[in-house]
């Protein structure tokens, strides 16, 4: 049985984390409640704008396809707007949350193609770095990609063999995939320059310079085994990116991977140093 909606709402305000988990469904919804102010709307304003003249540049097209289609830029999102546009597009939807959610129900908006977005945004002195994963994380993040079918089969999939994976004991390898694509992917499809899509990048002002542009970045081919295998930063520039050639690619790959076999050989061996590989 999974933690109640009252036990992690406690959790996080032991932690200090800010959202109102007071306000939680069982299954970790909330209303967005559209009631930002002048100075909320300013800060999306800001950050959107400051951000956008890095992604016409470094992004995929398939970020800057979704970001033209789901018009997120002018204005904080409606979140009911975007999932009317995002389910014609893909057959995914927004769903707003607090903040931060269990594993358990995530896995589960994912693997019935629900989205979960923060619904509160980050203050003017956090423009370059907040700690917990905020409106602009994902919605300028992660959003757009969703748009795309075959990278919204891969979300769907994950979200539906996640917790089966993390059961054979493949907890940290399982977010490995997750963190290594979804958040810190980039992408080289033959004959195309280098391109980022994963929403840490997205929505970092610094890192998305690095990651594509800098001849310090270590980028490396995408394999799925030694994706799993390698460990991440969390608080510091990642010192590897892994380079898809495309969403099919990471879409086969976890789906007709022997991922349980991966687990099993690897959960009890020390983790792939980032740097090495």
């Not at 300013?42 to 003249?53: G, S």
């Not at 707007?81 to 014609?88: A, H, T, Y």
């Amino acid at each position: 049985m999974g933690i109640s909606v009252q036990d992690y709402a406690q959790e996080c305000a032991a932690q200090g984390l800010r959202g109102d988990y007071t306000v939680c469904r069982p299954d970790f919804t909330a209303e967005q409640k559209y009631d930002y102010s002048a100075a909320e709307q300013d800060v999306w304003r800001t950050l959107c704008d400051r951000q956008t003249r890095l992604t016409q540049r470094l992004a995929h097209k398939s970020y800057l396809d979704g970001m033209s289609a789901l018009d997120l830029v002018d204005r904080i999102p409606d979140f009911h707007d975007v999932s009317e546009k995002l389910r014609k597009l893909s057959g995914w939807e927004i769903v707003a949350v607090p903040g931060l959610i269990p594993a358990q129900p995530f896995f589960d908006h994912l693997a019935n193609r629900r989205f979960p977005v923060t619904n509160w945004l980050r203050t003017r002195e956090e423009l370059d770095y907040i700690v917990e994963p905020d409106m602009f994380h994902d919605f300028f993040g992660h959003v757009p990609v969703l748009s795309q079918p075959v990278f919204g089969d891969f979300m769907q999939m994950y979200g539906e063999k996640a917790g089966d994976l993390i059961a054979l004991g493949g907890d940290e390898m399982t977010t490995r995939l997750y963190w290594y694509t979804a958040e810190y992917g980039l992408m080289q499809e033959a004959g195309q320059p280098l391109k980022a899509f994963g929403a840490g990048l997205m929505s970092s002002f610094t890192e998305l310079q690095f990651a594509v542009e800098s001849a310090d970045a270590h980028q490396v081919p995408f394999d799925i085994e030694t994706v799993m295998r390698t460990v991440y930063e969390i608080d510091k520039f990642q010192r590897a990116y892994f380079v898809l050639p495309s969403f099919d690619v990471l879409r086969d790959a976890f789906q007709n991977s022997d991922l349980a076999g991966i687990i099993k050989r690897w959960k009890d061996e020390p983790p792939l140093d980032p740097a090495t590989i």
